[in-house]
């Protein structure tokens, strides 16, 4: 490469390519994998499975999505947590299939804030639940999933 | 161009017989000033226009007579007609204002005061307004490269061409993207650099979110510092094929909205608007909500609104205005600005009457040379209607019903469904329909006819998907458009139902639709991109087509809904 300084793109295409190649080993910590979360088919089964129960809604859990998604195979779903000690940060939508659409376990010291692109087919509530100090808090947001067209 | 210029100009055109015909020169001059007699006021001054959809010249546009607001909006601003709405805004019956922004009388009125907008005529409103408000800015929109014939073989070329003579100085973003992010670029790169500035805060790149465009700009307007935040229509790649703009992420962004305007007052704004495209239920809803902007010029929707809405929030106050369609009005924002904060404002909203105001030259000039490579194909008679042809109206219009009775017959289909667009001009009984009129209803670049076996489900789907966008009595749910116009199939709506639950009574030809039963079904303007590959017919080609073998339309009958529930509603002609 000629150029001096990379651009973002480049740096994360060449970064890319390094971790296919398997250079670069992938984080996903598959000793924690929770099958019996992740194959829930109801929305209390996939909380119970989290141990979760009835989340408080909470003010420091925040959702950030656009309120129509441009696509609903790939809807960008940021959550935000500003609760001490975050522990866990899953994503779940409601009217999927399997509700629970991405679980992040936090290291210590992790800056609480995710952003996964989740697949949805048709409106729904999504929500984001926090596991902070033991206790878990919940936000959510309907994201509305439309054929398209028509406008304007 | 002052007064006295003014006049000048207006005797000249009478003396050629450009003025009304028997209207007397004394008569025109009167009207003119009584309308466009705006004095000065304060010290910052924002032009506005917004949706002309590239509509050069002077043209009729019949505003709605349908145009529900449901749940929170019902009854209110800008969810009013008819007679409705000249009380609502103290305009007499049968005057000039009532023809300008109803639909009451209005063959007759249209007889009587004639057609509305065209950029030359504009362009010499622009000239008076700004000869005594030096330093004022001219903002546009957005839907300003599409919705005529020349509009879309230039690929919005004439479009930017009158509007850097126009002198527009800054503009946001909505139909300007169906010509493909690339062709936007190279004209905001190219063609607009140093002229016209594009902005908008959420226009940003699909992979990291940076941005496409500058979020706002700041101007010095007579030593007073103005910020001009861009707000692109927020539903682009789902209301339009998302494969033009594929490398581009819209939504409506509030929380970059409020730290776009906090970053504009730390950097020493005194004034802060919005220039939006993102429809006006959704801007009083962000006016309600966002703190620290003077005003949000607004447009998408099409609502010619005389007085701005005044939105109280936790940051103060927010005017909210739009401006109409189709180049019949000019907005025109006076503020008194002292002690770096707005004290005072004025707002008009002009219509543009072509036979009030002379045309400009240098624009006629300009016009003239754009349109001459195509006079010929534009100006081709098809048929001649008997009755008026329009679009706009939450439901129908009848220029739709005719261009699905054309689907219905050229494709022997049994339902046909034609997009809920709001623009698109209008056409008086015992007019020629021209080549040109039915590019104003159809020119788009992706423009196929489809025809597809639909089941009673699948057609439920789509009529309570777009009546959603229509009706979801949260605004930022909605998309700004009409309900899709339907044909063959009757059905009832009850805009205030929960979604999935509006739509009823299906029924074709007397019999009810069958959840489980496959339908013909025609259309045009799909979004995927599958269509495109599929390549279907223009639209215009067929209507075209159909209307040659007809030569009179008689008024199409409407297909409309029974409605539920809406009895009194005053966004309905009674």
């Known amino acids: 490469m000629t150029q001096a300084v990379m651009e973002r793109r480049q740096v994360l295409t060449f970064l890319g390519a390094l971790a296919a190649a398997g250079f670069v080993a992938p984080q996903a910590a598959f000793a924690n994998w929770d099958k019996t979360a992740f194959d829930a088919k109801t929305m209390d089964d996939a909380l119970k499975a989290l141990g979760a129960g009835t989340p408080a809604n909470s003010g420091d859990v925040q959702i950030v999505a656009s309120d129509i998604a441009e696509n609903g195979a790939v809807v960008p779903v940021q959550a935000v947590s500003r609760l001490p000690n975050t522990e866990r940060i899953a994503i779940l939508v409601e009217k999927n299939p399997n509700m629970l659409a991405a679980a992040f376990d936090m290291a210590p010291d992790t800056i609480p804030e995710v952003t996964a692109r989740i697949k949805m087919g048709q409106t729904s509530n999504v929500t984001v639940l926090v596991k902070a100090d033991g206790k878990f808090y919940a936000a959510s947001k309907e994201i509305k999933v439309t054929l398209g067209g028509c406008g304007g | ?574």
Request: with cysteine; glycine share 10%; aromatic share 8%.
């Open chain 2, 1 to 574: 161009m002052n007064r006295r210029e003014f006049l000048t100009v207006l005797a000249a055109a009478n003396a050629a017989g450009l003025l009304l015909p028997g209207a007397g020169l004394a008569r025109a001059e009167a009207a003119a000033e009584a309308v466009y007699d705006a004095p000065a006021f304060g010290n910052v001054s924002l032009l506005h226009i917004t949706d002309c959809h590239a509509q050069l010249k002077p043209i009729h546009f019949r505003e709605p007579s349908v145009n529900l607001g449901i749940g929170g909006m019902a009854g209110r601003v800008p969810h009013l007609v008819g007679s409705r709405l000249l009380e609502h805004f103290n305009l007499k019956a049968g005057s000039r204002e009532a023809y300008a922004y109803s639909y009451l009388d209005f063959e007759n009125l249209a007889g009587l005061y004639g057609k509305v907008g065209g950029f030359a005529h504009l362009a010499t409103l622009v000239k008076r307004v700004r000869a005594n408000r030096p330093g004022a800015l001219l903002l546009d929109g957005g839907d300003t490269w599409q919705g005529s014939g020349t509009a879309l073989w230039t690929q919005g070329q004439d479009m930017v061409e009158a509007a850097k003579l126009l002198g527009v100085d800054i503009m946001t973003l909505h139909w300007e993207c169906t010509y493909g992010q690339d062709r936007v670029r190279e004209v905001a790169e190219t063609e607009f650099a140093g002229k016209i500035e594009i902005v908008a805060q959420n226009i940003k790149t699909a992979d990291f979110g940076d941005d496409v465009f500058k979020p706002y700009t700041l101007r010095d307007v007579n030593g007073v510092k103005v910020a001009v935040v861009g707000q692109a229509f927020p539903y682009t790649p789902i209301a339009n094929p998302r494969y033009m703009v594929a490398d581009w992420t819209f939504g409506i962004r509030e929380e970059e909205m409020q730290a776009t305007v906090d970053a504009a007052r730390a950097a020493g704004a005194a004034v802060v608007v919005v220039l939006s495209h993102n429809g006006m239920d959704v801007d009083l809803k962000m006016a309600s909500r966002v703190r620290g902007i003077d005003a949000i010029l607004g447009g998408h929707t099409h609502d010619g609104m005389p007085a701005p809405s005044i939105v109280a929030n936790p940051g103060g106050r927010t005017l909210v205005t739009n401006a109409g369609s189709n180049g019949k009005f000019l907005g025109v924002l006076d503020l008194e600005v002292t002690g770096g904060r707005v004290a005072d404002f004025r707002y008009r909203l002009m219509p543009v009457f072509a036979n009030l105001l002379p045309a400009d030259p240098e624009m006629d000039a300009l016009i003239t040379r754009v349109r001459a490579p195509y006079e010929a194909r534009l100006g081709e008679t098809l048929a001649v209607t008997e009755g008026t042809l329009y679009r706009r109206g939450n439901f129908n219009g009848s220029f739709d019903q005719l261009i699905l009775d054309a689907l219905m017959a050229e494709k022997d289909a049994e339902i046909a469904f034609s997009p809920g667009f709001r623009w698109g001009t209008t056409l008086l009984p015992g007019q020629p329909i021209t080549m040109e009129n039915l590019l104003d209803q159809t020119a788009i670049t992706y423009p196929y006819v489809t025809l597809n076996t639909m089941s009673g489900e699948q057609i439920k789907t789509v009529l309570e998907d777009v009546c959603d966008n229509l009706f979801n009595p949260d605004p930022y749910y909605q998309q700004g458009g009409d309900m899709v116009r339907v044909g063959g199939l009757s059905y009832a709506c009850d805009p205030a139902a929960p979604a999935g639950r509006r739509i009823q009574d299906m029924t074709l030809n007397g019999q009810p639709l069958e959840a489980s039963k496959s339908y013909k079904v025609a259309g045009w303007a799909p979004v995927a991109e599958e269509a495109k590959a599929a390549g279907g017919e223009p639209v215009w080609d067929l209507v075209a087509r159909h209307l040659r073998a007809r030569r009179t339309v008689a008024p199409p009958q409407l297909n409309l809904p029974t409605l539920k529930g809406v009895d009194g509603n005053p966004g309905l002609a009674a």
